[in-house]
């Protein structure tokens, strides 16, 4: 360690208490959305899709290197034995990742992907693994209880024997106004001029022809005639023609595929109608039994559909802090409504992420306001130190077809350069042909506009307000402000930061710097909670209040594993002791 250089040292023990911060499709031409899904039908029954091996081969020649097959071996050279010698756990991918292409290569937008038909599978699921996911989803509108369970178990069971780090996120189903399940059917043909009768009974399937139930009992009531139903935010439009007790017939004026769940908006005089489906609770019943079940499961994120408020966050965090072991689910609130955006800097604090749920959002407010909504969202979690993602209908078409459109690529890289910490597949990875290759699309763009950021020094002039909530916070945000300035400036290979709750880590993603981050903590689950972070590569390591050994330690393991190289240039941060250091690797 001769090489090391204290920059400054603050000697008070500061440690940081405080926890770490922590679709609906647009129509596609209708007919081109109804072949996709039709195709689907067929797609979801016979199990085995996309070849796993393709992913491997983008991963590698995303770097311009023929050998698609030695990261692929790296990979399914499973580690999970080695890592209980080696003292130092981290995600096989990443791992492989580094050893090949180096520190300045790596990926630092995170890709979450959402499990259904499509992917459930072990080998599926494996495939997204190597493939980049790093948070699976699981959406409670869909499935069965067993079905999720044995996802979860699935993911847990493709960690432990191959090395892997993929952290789950339930979704609750949230209350607003939905379709029943269609009686069983896969999906529904609504033809234009056909009379359709939605109904809150409580009917038995089979269900009636041209009959769909209502999960909300208002709904008889609360529709007028000449209103406008929206299936899904357009997807399929009806008018409302007669009113006959528990039943509303409604005449399709724009036709289309219904599926099972379906979200239902009317609209009145060209706006939302909603004042009675604000009274709906956030969180149902059936959601507080799903979130019982997230948290017997130890899922590692649970999000909540369409938040409209702070409390209810609060809420949900004491219920799962009374519950879980040391409280370590984060939640996660999407934004999928109006009282949601109104209420915008209230739920951001009061979370631990946030979802820019574009599918609800573009049902809820006009089509045309909703990437101003995503840019600002992005922009105000960014600066309240709080990890975004940004979801739905970013590689729609991929769900039929083996290629993006040039105006998905687009989207998916505008949502990087406003430097999202994570993006999300939805029916393109759980019930698309080609789920492998759309994680393979985000993975590369993600990679290629990252890269161009970098190399057009478009480092953002941006000001991060400061939001410390205690002069110790103050001192760990200017330590991270700094240390990540400084690794831009003298061109840093990696920041490495010793974090026991994450907290420090996610101070340095935040100021988005050039090089990756190492974060190192002692616990799984922060470790897989800090996947959802811009730029952050976790790893476990059981380690001391000792910064000299810590980082001797380190470099050892990573070296003898061969992550790191000697004379890499290293800016260390830690939370036990508020230092900076600077040094070569020995
Ligand atoms: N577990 C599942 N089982 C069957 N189909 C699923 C499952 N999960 C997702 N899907 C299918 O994938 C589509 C997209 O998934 P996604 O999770 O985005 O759901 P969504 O219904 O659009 O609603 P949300 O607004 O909650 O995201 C769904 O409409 C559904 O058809
Ligand atoms: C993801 C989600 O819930 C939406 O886009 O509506
Ligand atoms: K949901
Ligand atoms: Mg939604």
Redesign the pocket.
């Known amino acids: 360690m001769a090489q090391s250089l204290h920059l400054f040292f603050i000697s008070s023990p500061n440690l940081i208490s405080h926890k770490s911060a922590y679709?609906?499709p647009l129509p596609l031409p209708s007919n081109r959305r109804s072949t996709a899904l039709r195709k689907l039908v067929t797609a979801a029954s016979s199990s085995d899709l996309d070849a796993p091996a393709s992913a491997s081969q983008v991963l590698a020649s995303e770097n311009g290197k023929g050998g698609g097959h030695s990261l692929a071996a790296a990979v399914s050279a499973s580690a999970s034995v080695e890592y209980a010698s080696s003292g130092i756990e981290v995600d096989a991918v990443t791992e492989a990742e580094l050893k090949e292409n180096g520190f300045r290569s790596t990926r630092r937008t995170k890709l979450i992907c959402?499990i259904?038909?499509a992917t459930c599978g072990f080998e599926q699921l494996e495939a997204l693994a190597v493939g980049g996911m790093n948070v699976a989803r699981?959406?409670m509108?869909?499935?069965t209880r067993e079905?999720h369970k044995m996802v979860i178990e699935r993911v847990r069971r493709l960690n432990e024997e191959k090395g892997f780090a993929v952290a789950i996120m339930m979704?609750t189903e949230g209350s607003e106004i939905h379709m029943g399940d269609l009686g069983g059917a896969q999906s529904a043909k609504a033809e234009d001029g056909e009379i359709w009768t939605f109904t809150v009974r409580a009917l038995e399937a089979p269900l009636p022809k041209r009959t769909i139930t209502v999960n909300y009992d208002g709904f008889a009531e609360d529709v007028k005639v000449g209103d406008e139903l929206l299936v899904d935010g357009g997807m399929v439009r009806f008018e409302v023609i007669e009113k006959l007790g528990p039943d509303v017939r409604c005449l399709c004026t724009d036709p289309g595929l219904l599926?099972p769940?379906a979200?239902l908006t009317f609209w009145r005089n060209g706006s939302l109608v909603r004042e009675r489906n604000a009274m709906l609770p956030t969180i149902s019943s059936k959601d507080w039994l799903d979130i019982d079940f997230g948290i017997a499961e130890g899922v590692d994120f649970i999000a909540v559909?369409f938040v409209k408020s702070a409390e209810v966050i609060y809420h949900l965090k004491s219920y799962i802090a009374a519950r879980s072991r040391g409280g370590d689910i984060s939640v996660v609130a999407k934004i999928e409504s109006i009282d949601s955006l109104k209420n915008l800097e209230e739920i951001i604090k009061a979370s631990d992420g946030i979802m820019v749920?574009r599918?609800?959002l573009g049902a809820q407010i006009p089509l045309e306001q909703v990437p101003a909504a995503q840019q600002r969202i992005v922009k105000l979690c960014r600066n309240l130190n709080k990890p975004v993602i940004v979801a739905?209908q970013l590689l729609e078409s991929m769900i039929e077809y083996p290629t993006p459109t040039r105006a998905e690529v687009a989207d998916v890289s505008e949502a990087v350069r406003q430097r999202s910490d994570a993006l999300m597949l939805?029916?393109e990875s759980?019930?698309g042909q080609y789920p492998d290759k759309a994680l393979a699309v985000l993975r590369s763009v993600s990679v290629r506009i990252e890269r161009w950021w970098r190399e057009e020094k478009q480092h953002e002039d941006m000001v991060l307000p400061g939001i410390a909530s205690s002069f110790s916070d103050s001192i760990s945000e200017e330590i991270c402000n700094s240390a990540a300035k400084m690794a831009n400036n003298l061109e840093a290979d990696a920041l490495f930061v010793f974090t026991k709750t994450g907290h420090m880590a996610s101070l340095l993603s935040r100021c988005r710097p050039d090089c990756p981050i190492f974060a190192f903590t002692t616990t799984t689950s922060v470790r897989r909670r800090l996947n959802l972070q811009w730029g952050l590569i976790p790893f476990r390591l059981s380690f001391n209040d000792d910064m000299e050994s810590n980082l001797n330690k380190t470099f050892s393991l990573l070296k003898a594993r061969g992550m790191i190289k000697s004379g890499g240039l290293i800016i260390a941060v830690s939370d036990m002791l508020q230092s900076i250091q600077v040094m070569n690797v020995p």
């Open positions: 679709s609906r959402t259904g038909p699981i959406n509108c869909h499935g079905w979704d599926l769940r979200n559909s749920a599918g609800d739905s939805s029916g759980a019930m």
